[in-house]
């Protein structure tokens, strides 16, 4: 049984670009959540998934977007990056919101 | 914004020793976890005590929880140099909505 798996494991980008994170769930989960973790801090939440909406979200700026999929995969999109976007961007899946979240590895992101 | 502190911020013992790091917190909560992240990858969940509960056992893994003064404390027993890693601690509000807010975490070495 596979866990939370996140693509790519590492990123370098640009001021200004964009970028799409990806997520599949463990399997059997079908609410996903975003953190962003910069380093030598605690995780940040982004937003959470379900049923392909937006449930809950956290103190982050419009150029941070999400979307679920009908297989409950998620991707995170970053707009317009600044250099502190630079952060470990982690997903956790769970078996709805009121149940434990299992993490993924992570994708570690630059901007440069 | 984190949701509470923890405490200390680095903790260095030998191998055999127990080490208690704290945590506490500014609302109401559903539960308290504790995770616990290697090299800066994926969080593993290690524990979750309820609201309503004292005390949990898991393993080498004690955590307490006192709610009239918002703080948690997580003792590893008998400590190994594999739980060399970071330890976070995480609450739920009260709502239960799922949402994850992080402490800052505490650096944990041990020392064969």
């Known amino acids: 049984d596979a866990g939370v798996t996140q693509s790519p494991t590492h990123l370098i980008k640009t001021r200004g670009q964009q970028v799409t994170l990806r997520c599949s769930p463990k399997s059997g989960h079908d609410t996903v959540s975003w953190y962003q973790q910069a380093l030598g801090q605690g995780p940040q939440f982004i937003f959470q998934?379900?049923?392909?909406?937006?449930?809950q979200r956290g103190n982050f700026p419009d150029r941070f977007s999400g979307h679920q999929f009908p297989n409950y995969s998620s991707e995170l999109n970053v707009n317009a990056l600044l250099l502190g976007d630079s952060a470990l961007y982690l997903c956790?899946?769970?078996?709805?919101?009121?149940?434990?979240?299992?993490f993924g590895p992570g994708t570690r992101l630059t901007v440069t | 914004s984190q949701q509470g502190e923890e405490d200390p911020q680095a903790l260095s013992i030998q191998e055999g020793e127990n080490a208690t790091m704290n945590c506490s917190y500014k609302t109401s909560i559903n539960n308290l976890q504790w995770y616990r992240q290697n090299s800066g990858r994926g969080l593993v969940h290690l524990i979750l005590i309820r609201s309503n509960e004292r005390e949990k056992h898991s393993g080498r893994l004690r955590v307490t929880l006192d709610t009239s003064k918002k703080s948690s404390s997580l003792l590893i027993t008998a400590s190994r140099a594999a739980d060399t890693a970071s330890y976070f601690c995480?609450?739920?509000?009260?709502?239960?909505?799922?949402?994850?807010?992080f402490g800052q975490g505490t650096t944990l070495q041990v020392k064969p």
């Open positions: 998934y379900y049923e392909e909406e937006e449930r």
């Open positions: 995480a609450t739920v509000g009260s709502s239960n909505t799922g949402k994850l807010i």
């Open positions: 956790a899946s769970s078996l709805n919101r009121f149940y434990e979240q299992y």
